[in-house]
């Protein structure tokens, strides 16, 4: 007899998630594993923040939220959607959730019917594709290739647009790829989908800050779309507050109200220290954090240069996030080490088991040709990883 819903049933597990717990198995075993798998920052929370922190419990802070965000958080993000990104959201425009998973959750819940088409280009974040299921709506999968540098072109945009288009999902800087949509591109898509003003954008922009190419661009900077879009952000990334879980929504009036209403029914407002310090992590100068950027743009150049020497390896070089998703489409129908390759799933648990390496394969990211490995570690972790991986290899 089955319990459970169609619901639960119909869903994945993070794949993200099942490597990583099983890179923990392996380490209680005493085996070395160094993992590549998890997006978290691995540098200490910024000391003013932490300071920020403990005056508030010390200051007694400690009841529940407003359920949207304390008015003094929102007014904060609404300044700095004006500062960095030149975006007009009042506070009422601005809803606090806990974490930006739950923002685009949030807005899914608000937006999609059963039936009901998001268009999701691939790679996307596993995370995407399992909440559009639960919302009842169908994925789209729009695909991309590293030849392309993980880009979806206005035609492809077009093309995957019909009378069911309920929203369009997508990150920049993205997560798995690093890729980064300049500002010329946002446009281009936004002007396709400025045609069909019943789609809704949603625009997940965490990793705005770790970009190393240039000044980050907001889709909802462009008029004919401002109406459309709800832009996602948070501090995880950028202040290495991962669990600390805040993130945030800015979006038309209509769409925080809804989802205001579902979040009051589901968690209520976000934690009361994490939403004091991060008034202060997000009223400083971005410039705080460059030290961070500056740490993952080397490490991001050391693994690079590192990729590139393993055959078989086809790799990009991404402009943001602290991501690779080289192709090793190169070993499909190998075996390796007795490990029959089939997709890029196999890849990683080959490596997992043979290289102690820990990484994720692509097809939960919704390309079976890549894998994705974090460079969210030190640079004598990243070294000996990719070492073993080419010994592996070899």
């Known amino acids: 007899m089955n319990l459970l819903s169609d619901r639960i049933n119909r869903l994945s597990y993070s794949q993200t998630f099942v490597m990583s717990n099983k890179a923990r198995e392996l380490k209680a075993q005493g085996v070395n594993v160094i993992s590549l798998t998890l997006g978290e920052p691995d540098f200490e929370i910024p000391e003013f923040v932490r300071e920020s922190a403990i005056k508030s419990i010390k200051d007694g802070v400690k009841s529940y939220t407003p359920v949207p965000g304390y008015l003094e958080l929102r007014k904060a993000i609404a300044n700095k959607f004006k500062r960095d990104n030149n975006l007009d959201y009042k506070p009422e425009q601005i809803i606090v959730s806990n974490g930006g998973k739950q923002s685009i959750i949030n807005v899914l819940l608000s937006v999609v019917n059963d039936g009901d088409e998001v268009i999701v280009p691939s790679p996307y974040w596993v995370s995407y594709y399992e909440m559009v299921k639960l919302a009842g709506g169908e994925n789209i999968v729009v695909e991309t290739t590293i030849d392309t540098d993980f880009k979806i072109t206005p035609q492809q945009l077009e093309k995957a647009i019909s009378p069911k288009t309920k929203a369009f999902l997508f990150s920049s800087p993205c997560n798995p790829s690093g890729t980064v949509y300049t500002k010329e591109e946002l446009h281009a898509l936004a002007k396709v989908l400025a045609k069909h003003p019943n789609i809704i954008i949603i ?6 800050y770790i970009n190393y190419e240039g000044k980050h661009e907001s889709i909802a900077q462009f008029p004919e779309v401002f109406e459309q879009t709800a832009t996602i952000n948070g501090v995880s990334k950028s202040y290495s507050l991962t669990g600390w879980r805040i993130g945030y929504m800015g979006a038309p009036k209509w769409l925080t109200d809804a989802c205001d209403k579902i979040q009051g029914q589901m968690t209520s407002g976000a934690n009361c220290i994490a939403q004091m310090a991060s008034i202060t992590a997000i009223e400083a100068d971005p410039s705080v954090i460059d030290y961070m950027i500056e740490g993952f743009k080397n490490r991001r150049d050391l693994v690079f240069k590192l990729l590139q ?25 190998k075996t390796i080490h007795g490990h029959k390759i089939n997709n890029s799933d196999d890849f990683a648990l080959m490596l997992l088991e043979e290289a102690h390496v820990a990484t994720v394969g692509g097809v939960s990211f919704g390309n079976a040709d890549c894998i994705r490995l974090s460079y969210a570690a030190s640079e004598e972790e990243l070294t000996e990883a990719l070492k073993r991986i080419k010994e592996t290899l070899s």
């Open 203 to 208: 625009s997940d922009e965490i990793y705005e």
């Open 309 to 333: 020497e393993i055959p078989g390896f086809k790799v990009n070089k991404p402009a943001g996030a602290f991501y690779f998703f080289p192709d090793i489409s190169a070993y499909f129908g």
